[in-house]
């Protein structure tokens, strides 16, 4: 069971640190097209 559960966490923790890079990503990206749209 322990084995098991480990196995659990661990995709639990892939897919938040997966989250995390999305919402980073997505944050540079807004911020980089506000940049461009000041610049235009």
Known sequence: ???V???NQ???WDTQ???E???KWA???E???KKIR???
């Open 1 to 3: 069971v322990k084995y």
């Open 5 to 7: 559960n480990k196995k």
């Open 10 to 12: 661990r995709r639990l």
């Open 17 to 19: 640190k997966n989250i």
């Open 21 to 23: 890079a999305v919402e």
């Open 27 to 29: 944050l540079k990206k």
């Open 31 to 33: 911020e980089l097209e």
């Open 38 to 40: 000041k610049n235009k």
